[in-house]
């Protein structure tokens, strides 16, 4: 096992398998060093979650959603790096959307999920650039769907 | 005529002319060998394709106007390419952005129409990673918007 | 005083410090030449750019507040230049997103305070591929949120 994936089995976090594209795309395309993984939709053990924030989902909720966002996303950096996630070099850019209504305002609270979970598995190599935006809505009804940007070595 | 417009003319499309951007910016910009393809707005022969998922659009119309956007997308770069579609080496990344109600949640297939033809018309060349969600609104109405990142050899 | 600031003089305008990120996150992540620039709210020396397209701000107000993203991304770059502004080689990518109702239809109009701006300071080397999209919302209630990607020299 990895070094990075003892740093998740400390926090109690273990890889999902990378999830399938839901269609005729791929999940992750590497070009050079750099990977550019598809846009991960929130989704637990127990299925995809689901919910608008500022109407059916709270900000914690929505953290959460973005936390599972982000475990994907290393699932699929994984798969990317031929199964050996310590190939990891650095996360670029993360482009966050938040389903939520028209008046919400916290979209930064709620992508914090992704960015401190990122930074605490991976240190100073986790912390990224990003954009937080609210989408007006969000595949199957999901509260978070969050792309990378990540580089290899 | 390129092996890939060949194809096109099988399926019975012909490239239009690389639309114009709407204002001061460029339509694409190379860098390397990497070609960042403007927001395309879905449009075909006879004008903008308007209208809201969940409200005035169907899957059907959605996936119509997503294809016609990928269409666009090969007709830009095409021009990058200085006229040669057939140095397309890799379709990197979409981000598709569609035009919806707060309640719609079939983003994915709205964006098929543009990801199962990129794989028809290039193989394995198209496959891409790829986001798809909701904007609130999209430029004069139009359906469906979808931005690349685009290889060359 | 570099050269692109002395035109900013020109125009009236002075960068502002780089704005810090609100959260775990980078304000820019520089990989090889290219810089990724986080998503920069519009802020002036006032404070937030606060509205809704089609509701509370008009065009004017949204084309202003683009333009002060792109003022705050110019201030990430020269830091990420190691505060030598000139090193900015192209700008090559935005994507601009508009705090709307779902009704509204100039996005480009608005994200053309930015385009314009660019192009004024930057001649040539200003002008890039874009998106311009309606976000449902934008954190903090800000009228536009942009990112960029840039090239060094």
Do not use: W
């Given at each position: 096992m990895s070094r990075i994936e003892d740093k998740l089995a400390e926090l109690g976090e273990t890889l999902p398998d990378a999830p399938a594209p839901?269609?005729?795309?791929?999940p992750y395309v590497v070009t050079g060093q750099t990977v550019y993984v598809s846009g991960q939709i929130s989704q637990g053990p127990q299925g995809n979650l689901l919910g608008k924030l500022?109407?059916?989902?709270?900000i914690e909720d929505g953290a959460a959603a973005a936390r599972a966002c982000a475990l994907s996303i290393l699932a699929q950096v994984k798969a990317a790096a031929g199964g050996d996630l310590?190939?990891?070099?650095?996360?670029v850019k993360l482009t966050g959307f938040v389903n939520s209504?028209?008046?919400?305002?916290d979209q930064p609270k709620v992508i914090n999920g992704a960015s401190d979970f990122l930074v605490e598995v991976?240190?100073?190599?986790?912390?990224h650039a990003r954009s937080a935006v609210s989408a007006a809505s969000l595949p199957l009804g999901v509260m978070v769907e969050i792309e990378a940007i990540v580089e290899l070595s």
């Amino acid at each position: 096992m990895s070094r990075i994936e003892d740093k998740l089995a400390e926090l109690g976090e273990t890889l999902p398998d990378a999830p399938a594209p839901a269609a005729n795309y791929a999940p992750y395309v590497v070009t050079g060093q750099t990977v550019y993984v598809s846009g991960q939709i929130s989704q637990g053990p127990q299925g995809n979650l689901l919910g608008k924030l500022g109407e059916t989902a709270t900000i914690e909720d929505g953290a959460a959603a973005a936390r599972a966002c982000a475990l994907s996303i290393l699932a699929q950096v994984k798969a990317a790096a031929g199964g050996d996630l310590d190939r990891l070099a650095r996360v670029v850019k993360l482009t966050g959307f938040v389903n939520s209504t028209s008046g919400f305002t916290d979209q930064p609270k709620v992508i914090n999920g992704a960015s401190d979970f990122l930074v605490e598995v991976l240190g100073d190599k986790g912390r990224h650039a990003r954009s937080a935006v609210s989408a007006a809505s969000l595949p199957l009804g999901v509260m978070v769907e969050i792309e990378a940007i990540v580089e290899l070595s």
